[in-house]
């Protein structure tokens, strides 16, 4: 296993156009979650599954915001009419849980949006 | 609200010299993990913490939790240029799933 992947790196848009960046977790890892992350800042939770069920969102992802996770595997998170403020670095991990057992994300290299 | 705050925010010392950052809350954390970040990369997990009081050491990095499970600290001793990053302390508060990050100390040594 190579880790969280995250695809593509790098992304630059024009206002308004629609992007989906992709992620695919560890393979045992049965929760994922997405951040963003804006310049010298802490990441900000977006959103989380476990398994396949998107069980919170946070009230930064807008209605333009949405994620997927088909078959409990890969995610997806598309943003649709970007806005300049959506300019930021789109994180994923991934972790083992179960029951209130936590130990910590393993983070992808994260997609950096820029909105131009 | 940000519930993690982290000191110093910005931090350049010399190469060899020795240095402490803070992470603070008024709330108790179940855990609390502390990450390096580089730029343009994401966060790497370094240690986790999850006993009040607890001591951890990776090499010349020593962690601590606080009794309470409010507070955190790393100190680096005899730091390197390769120390350079943005740490991060994140965590659960108590009674919740939901993991916050700090507010990131950004770390510069200069060679």
């Known amino acids: 296993d190579t880790g969280v992947s995250q695809d593509p790196r790098h992304k630059i848009t024009k206002r308004g156009q629609n992007v989906t960046f992709r992620c695919d977790p560890i393979?045992?890892?049965?929760?994922l979650y997405w951040y963003r992350q804006t310049l010298g800042q802490g990441p900000e939770f977006l959103t989380y599954?476990?398994?396949?069920?998107?069980?919170?969102k946070s009230r930064l992802l807008s209605d333009r915001f949405s994620a997927e996770r088909p078959k409990g595997s890969f995610s997806t998170l598309e943003i649709q009419r970007t806005e300049q403020g959506d300019s930021a670095m789109y994180l994923c991990?991934?972790?083992?849980?179960?029951?209130?057992?936590?130990?910590?994300?393993?983070f992808g290299s994260g997609t950096r949006l820029t909105v131009v | 609200t940000q519930l993690l705050e982290q000191s110093p925010q910005f931090l350049s010392i010399q190469e060899g010299e020795n240095l402490t950052v803070y992470c603070n809350s008024s709330?108790?954390?179940?855990?609390l993990q502390w990450y390096r970040q580089e730029p343009g990369e994401g966060p790497v997990l370094l240690v986790t913490?999850?006993?009040?009081?607890e001591v951890k050491k990776l090499k010349r990095l020593t962690f601590q939790f606080g009794d309470a499970r409010k507070d955190s600290s790393l100190h680096i001793t005899a730091a390197q240029p390769g120390d350079t990053g943005l740490y991060l302390c994140?965590?659960?508060?108590?009674?919740?799933?939901?993991?916050?990050f700090g507010t990131g100390t950004r770390l510069k040594v200069l060679a």
């Open positions: 991990a991934s972790s083992l849980s179960s029951g209130t057992g936590f130990y910590g994300y393993t």
């Open positions: 599954f476990q398994n396949e069920a998107q069980l919170e």
């Open positions: 913490v999850v006993t009040g009081g």
């Open positions: 994140a965590g659960p508060p108590s009674g919740t799933y939901k993991y916050i």
């Open positions: 393979s045992e890892h049965n929760r």
């Open positions: 709330s108790v954390f179940s855990s």
